[in-house]
């Protein structure tokens, strides 16, 4: 059975500190505090920085004493984590867990992950491939993700692709620069221009 | 665009393939909660062999008798070995074995405490050591872990030091004691509680510490509690017992089974005693007395059982 009253307090906990963290954590739904939904902040000076990034949260039945199950449900481009699935590939949510830790705790981890990848063990092959190879590209595209599905607030890239041609640009080159720019549209109508 | 999650696990999965072999066009698909619930399926099943703590088996002068799996073990190997337990078996009446989950050596220490307090009903022992579990709660505090991360398990500790004694509500017998140890609810917690003691002992003395630890495994001291004393399963070394017995000022003898012989030819069986470093540790009578550890634990490598004297 999951320790619950320790959820309760570990949340509440959470929340006093959101301020600070940035790291929020609250339950799913009413029914039960053994699905719960995380939220981190991309690291400044990251290819995340300025996404807000989802984590679905299971507890085992065993928690404390089992790591919680954590999966990114936003599209994240990173080399442990999958590209596809969320998955994360972090040693303290396996074997290296302890009680000592929380959700919290677990969070920053995630965060610091987010900071500083791990290409020699990876979750994502691709992307670990590409971080060693070609490490430009890989930060082009992650930070093309994090503007496409961490940045709830701002436009969607149809829309910024709407808003180039709009300016008088074709379409097809519009998003060739705006991918390249990383999903920032200003510095891709900064290179629209001066091409 | 090809996403090829879990090719690397490969390696793990072969590692631990006794379990249920998976067919080779699913590995593709098998994940890391996979791994995971093979590595507790394959736990669990470890389980069912042995309890996290055995019964006493009484061993014959000269003869390892419970241990026959044991001695058929050593049978065609060591003679040494041999030799060193039929001399055991002179200094020592039983042993009780621990499950080898790597939480032995806290599991025999907490078992073998409280049958000592359960026995000798020392309440002076009791209040020394609730004074320094007291101590330990403000180290954690100071080192800056959030108080719901450890006080169920202090709690937890509080109460079976309570349960022992005698004669209140809550107090319990020698076969409850054994079930309670062999109860992942109440065992685990213990457990946990002097892993969250060793690690606060071992981060507030690190300077101590640090030469030993960056010996063993060449981390820091932060990296050795976060990754080699909090997490539940991870083995304990001498770094672990000098911290866990320094905090709770509790002494502890360990007596070596392996193969190392004396220079003379003669066989004899080593021991260490651990002594904490406070001063204000259980001692038989005046200060130059010598400590006599109420607990004796058996080490063979990679493996902690409690032992009995005569």
């Known amino acids: ?195 | 665009m090809q996403n090829h999650d879990g090719v690397q696990v490969d390696g793990k999965v072969e590692s631990a393939a006794s379990v249920a072999t998976p067919e080779f066009d699913e590995w593709a698909n098998f994940g890391d909660q996979d791994i995971m619930q093979q590595h507790s399926a394959i736990r669990a099943e470890e389980a069912e062999k042995i309890p996290f703590l055995g019964d006493k088996a009484i061993l014959k002068s000269l003869d390892f008798e419970p241990l026959s799996s044991l001695a058929s073990e050593y049978q065609s190997g060591s003679a040494i070995l041999l030799e060193k337990i039929k001399v055991l078996g002179e200094q020592y009446a039983a042993i009780r074995r621990t499950r080898g989950d790597g939480n032995c050596f806290f599991r025999s220490f907490m078992f073998s405490y409280l049958e000592h307090i359960l026995e000798s009903q020392d309440r002076s022992e009791v209040d020394r050591i609730k004074a320094n579990v007291e101590q330990c709660r403000k180290t954690l505090q100071s080192l800056g872990y959030a108080d719901f991360t450890f006080e169920d398990f202090f709690a937890l500790f509080l109460e079976q030091l309570d349960s022992v004694l005698q004669g209140n509500e809550e107090s319990i017998s020698h076969d409850e004691l054994i079930r309670r140890s062999r109860d992942q609810s109440v065992s685990d917690y213990v457990v946990m509680f002097f892993r969250f003691v060793t690690s606060g002992e071992i981060r507030k003395r690190s300077e101590f510490f640090e030469p030993f630890i960056f010996g063993l495994t060449n981390a820091t001291v932060e990296q050795f509690c976060k990754s080699s004393v909090e997490p539940m399963g991870e083995e304990s070394d001498h770094v672990h017992i000098t911290a866990l017995s320094d905090a709770l000022g509790v002494p502890i003898r360990v007596v070596y089974l392996d193969r190392s012989s004396c220079d003379n030819g003669g066989v004899s069986v080593n021991h260490h005693d651990f002594v904490p470093a406070g001063s204000d540790a259980p001692k038989a009578s005046e200060g130059s007395e010598k400590v006599t550890p109420f607990i004796t634990l058996l080490y063979r490598p990679g493996h902690y059982d409690l032992l009995y004297p005569k």
């Not at chain 1, 739904?29 to 300025?50: F, K």
């Not at chain 1, 670990?128 to 496409?148: C, H, I, N, P, S």
């Not at chain 1, 074709?170 to 091409?195: F, I, M, V, W, Y």
Request: proline content about 7%; aromatic content about 8%.
């Open chain 1, 1 to 195: 059975m999951v320790d619950f009253a320790r959820v309760q307090k570990e949340l509440q906990e959470c929340s006093r500190d959101i301020e600070r963290s940035g790291i929020k954590v609250i339950p799913k739904s009413e029914a039960t505090l053994a699905r719960l939904i995380g939220t981190i902040p991309g690291p400044v000076g990251t290819p995340y920085e300025g996404g807000t990034f989802q984590i679905d949260i299971a507890l085992p039945d065993a928690y404390p004493f089992e790591p919680p199950k954590m999966q990114f449900t936003t599209k994240v481009w990173h080399p442990n984590i999958s590209s596809q699935s969320g998955a994360i590939c972090l040693d303290i949510l396996k074997d290296q867990w302890s009680p000592a830790l929380t959700l919290k705790t677990a969070l920053l981890s995630v965060q610091a992950l987010l900071s500083a990848p791990q290409p020699d063990d990876p979750q994502d092959a691709v992307v670990a491939q590409q971080y060693l190879k070609d490490y430009q590209t890989f930060v082009g595209t992650a930070r093309y993700w994090t503007e496409t599905f961490a940045k709830k607030s701002s436009l969607g890239i149809v829309e910024k692709v709407q808003k180039l041609v709009e300016m008088g640009f074709p379409e097809a080159q519009a998003r060739s620069t705006l991918e390249a720019a990383g999903g920032d549209e200003n510095l891709a109508l900064e290179k629209l221009c001066s091409g």
